[in-house]
């Protein structure tokens, strides 16, 4: 294991997130407050208690979940395609690495900033809305498993992107629609029937109810399987990234 | 001794089907600069890319230093430096931090001292903490050549690392070589300079098409397939060359002042003798007889047409 040049990725990567740390920082701080202040504020105090929480508290696990794995994907995939675009991957293809090693730098990397940001994020809530967590641990593991699991997901676009359209394209289209779909703002359960139902096929349902879980202790899906789905969409990805290194697809000919 | 660069039947096919290596062998000594000289397209950068790892071999084996490049990747790499023909660097980044990026990939510790010496070496220590945006074009090459030193290869691959910089810098470059050469440090590098393969190279390989056309010793391909030139200065200029001179094909020039005589060093007779003994039957009286050798430039420019010229 060269983890030299695991330590490399990682510190270079960070390095460009703390040159940009004001606008890193900024700018979900400043996003979540206008959520707070819009849904939680204004609307929430018209809505009435979901499950026994305040809406202003209850939307605090999809705000995190929304901003962590938009973080995570962004990050991780302009951290690879960048080097892409720009011709600098010659040094990572010619160096004594193996891509576990690479994917170990560039995730990792993109997964600490996520996580920073979702920490920031959870810190600004406590600002506006009384939040109670019934199970830090529990939420420390969806919250670094969230982290992880994008970030690899944001590899894999950043892999496949051939420009920089493609880039915001799969966030753009796919993920941010699962994620407002996917119980940030509202419990499935108050949804029709058929809207719960087409709605237990959105991954992300899995991930904002097991996080929501760990806050209030209520779910809308079994926390068991939440658990297994945020694994199995790891697993998966991990599984696209290893046979993306197999065959060189997109980076070696 | 084993060579530590060892390519066997090297072949690469792209995606639509050009053939960019076509079977190349190729052994190189430890220490020794080779330089690998071909038009554009020849597939120079293919070769310099698939021995690196950058790009697949469709078929054949390399070698580095004892170790597969595939099933020992590692240890292979490891001893590879490449400064790339193309500027890639990331612009927002500070020079010193890219440069230990790179050490740190190639899986050596920190090493300060190193990383300053070899920026001082390039004159790059003054520039340390500057973005690499800020630097010149020149600047930014002495920036890849501290990148591919600071693991400190063995092998290092230089493409065309003197393209499109000015006169200073092929001069240090030219000097770092030497440098690198007597630490032992093995140097393949593509350029179309000849005079750069003239100067610092000790074996020169050409490369069109493909295919490795020659790889020799720089001097012995000189002498074995250099064009040589006679001059032979008179005192009292002449209006024509005389009859009993007019076998040899002589050209007269300076004003009448010199008779030029063209010969092959690969022929088994020169003619220079008869040449000579002509010269002074004819009662010429002689000032000076200059011999010169056509450059590395005009064997290569011979050399290439040649060659794709049988293959059309």
């Known amino acids: 294991m060269n983890w030299s040049a695991i330590r490399a990725i990682y510190v270079f990567e960070m390095a460009r997130f703390f040159r940009t740390l004001a606008q890193s920082f900024l700018s979900p701080v400043l996003s979540t407050s206008l959520y707070f202040v819009v849904f939680g504020a204004a609307i929430g105090s018209r809505i009435q208690e979901i499950e026994g ?12 979940m929304l901003s962590v794995i938009t973080q995570a994907i962004s990050n991780a995939s302009f951290g690879i395609y960048f080097p892409k675009f720009i011709g600098t991957i010659y040094e990572l293809l010619s160096a004594p690495v193996s891509f576990l090693e690479i994917v170990a730098g560039y995730v990792g990397a993109a997964a600490t900033k996520a996580l920073f940001i979702g920490v920031i994020i959870l810190i600004t809530a406590f600002f506006f809305v009384d939040v109670t967590i019934q199970h830090p641990l529990a939420m420390v593991a969806f ?18 992107a051939g420009s920089f359209e493609q880039l915001q394209l799969v966030p753009l289209l796919v993920v941010t629609p699962l994620v407002f779909l996917g119980g940030s703002f509202y419990s499935i359960s108050m949804l029709p029937p058929v809207w719960q139902t087409i709605s237990y096929f959105n ?51 | 001794m084993t060579p530590i660069l060892d390519v066997r039947q090297l072949r690469k096919s792209y995606a639509d089907g050009f053939e960019a290596l076509k079977g190349v062998d190729l052994q190189i000594e430890q220490g020794e600069i080779l330089a690998l000289l071909g038009p554009n397209g020849a597939g120079k950068t ?14 054949g084996q390399v070698i580095v230093g004892g170790h597969d490049i595939l099933t020992e990747f590692r240890a292979a790499r490891t001893m590879i430096g490449l400064v790339p023909q193309e500027i890639n660097l990331e612009p927002f980044e500070k020079v010193i931090n890219t440069v230990q990026f790179s050490r740190g990939l190639f899986g050596k510790p920190r090493d300060d001292a190193t990383i300053e010496r070899i920026l001082r070496q390039l004159s790059l220590w003054d520039k340390k903490d500057n973005q690499i945006r800020a630097l010149s074009g020149g600047m930014k090459r002495r920036v890849l050549i501290a990148k591919a030193l600071s693991h400190e290869p063995r092998l290092l691959f230089l493409d065309e690392p003197t393209a499109g910089v000015d006169v200073e810098l092929r001069k240090d470059m030219w000097e770092i070589v030497e440098g690198l050469k007597a630490d032992g440090v093995t140097i393949v590098l593509t350029t179309h300079y000849i005079e750069e393969a003239e100067a610092i190279a000790d074996r020169v390989g050409v490369i069109a098409k493909g295919e490795l056309l020659l790889i020799e010793e720089k001097a012995s391909l000189m002498a074995r397939m250099g064009q040589k030139q006679l001059d032979v200065q008179l005192s009292e200029p002449l209006e024509a060359v005389p009859d009993a001179l007019a076998r040899y094909n002589l050209t007269l020039c300076d004003n009448g002042c010199t008779l030029t005589y063209a010969y092959d060093t690969r022929a088994e007779r020169t003619g ?31 050399l290439v047409q040649d060659e794709t010229g049988d293959a059309a």
Do not use: H, M
């Open chain 2, 272 to 302: 220079i003798t008869k040449l000579l003994r002509d010269v002074s039957e004819t009662g010429l009286v002689l000032r000076d007889v200059v011999t010169r050798q056509s450059s590395l430039e005009d064997i290569f420019v011979g």
């Open chain 2, 46 to 59: 293919t070769l310099i890319s698939t021995v690196c790892g950058i790009t697949r071999a469709t078929s």
């Open chain 1, 53 to 64: 929480v305040s809406y202003g508290a209850f939307i605090v696990p999809g705000l995190i």
């Open chain 1, 203 to 253: 991954p992300v349902v899995y991930l904002i109810s097991g996080f929501r879980w760990a806050f209030f202790g209520s779910a809308d899906v079994p926390i068991a399987v939440s658990l297994f789905a945020i694994a199995g969409f790891t697993a998966a990805c991990l599984l696209v990234i290893g046979w993306i290194f197999k065959t060189g697809w997109r980076i070696r000919q």
């Open chain 1, 143 to 160: 919250l670094l498993l969230t982290c992880l699991s994008f970030a690899l997901l944001g590899f894999i676009i950043g892999i496949w």
